[in-house]
């Protein structure tokens, strides 16, 4: 048989049996929405704080301060446990350097801290941190579950050149970012250990 012949063959067969199924009142299921987080997700990757961690930051989502330079960036996502729970008032705690690559260990620039919704929601206004020797583009956090183990970790920006050259650099904390008419927007979520 040749293979036109077979694929006019194969196309009947499958005609006849929508025909069928339709007679025989046989209807498909209405399938629910693939869930967001799969049951059982790998907890978010640890990575080491650095030297410029300062405890007791303020609380506030935004980290934007009047003439503050550098890029705009929203950054959004949820906490969940590895079971896709979301986590009500988890701590969402953000440090990073300036546009120029500078950390404030003076006072809190660039530093806060806030908490997730009841939802696990987060919404963190701040500029995209610039880079420095030895590091790419990167954000510092910790993340805690209510009375939960702290996660410490990292986050960095897609297709820049410094992520192939620093030593700590993980493809899995990359954001998700997209460029706006006012900046750019970037999502992450975060899986925490029970």
Known sequence: MERRDFCRLL?????????????????AQTLQPTPSCPDGAEPTAR????????PASPERASLLEPGMKGVRVVVTGVVRLASCQPVSRALVDVWHADDRGDYDNAGYRLRGHQFTDDQGRYRLETIVPG??????RHFHLKVQAPKGPVLTTQLYFPGEAANASDPIFKRELVLRVRDGA??????????LRA
Not at 47 to 54: A, L, N, R, S, V
Not at 131 to 136: A, L
């Open 11 to 27: 196309t009947g067969v499958m005609t006849a049996l929508g025909i069928a199924r339709t007679a025989g009142h046989v209807h």
């Open 47 to 54: 990575q080491t704080e650095g030297p410029y961690f300062k």
């Open 131 to 136: 880079v420095y020797p030895g590091r790419t």
């Open 182 to 191: 006012e900046g750019k927007t970037a999502t992450f979520d975060f899986v």
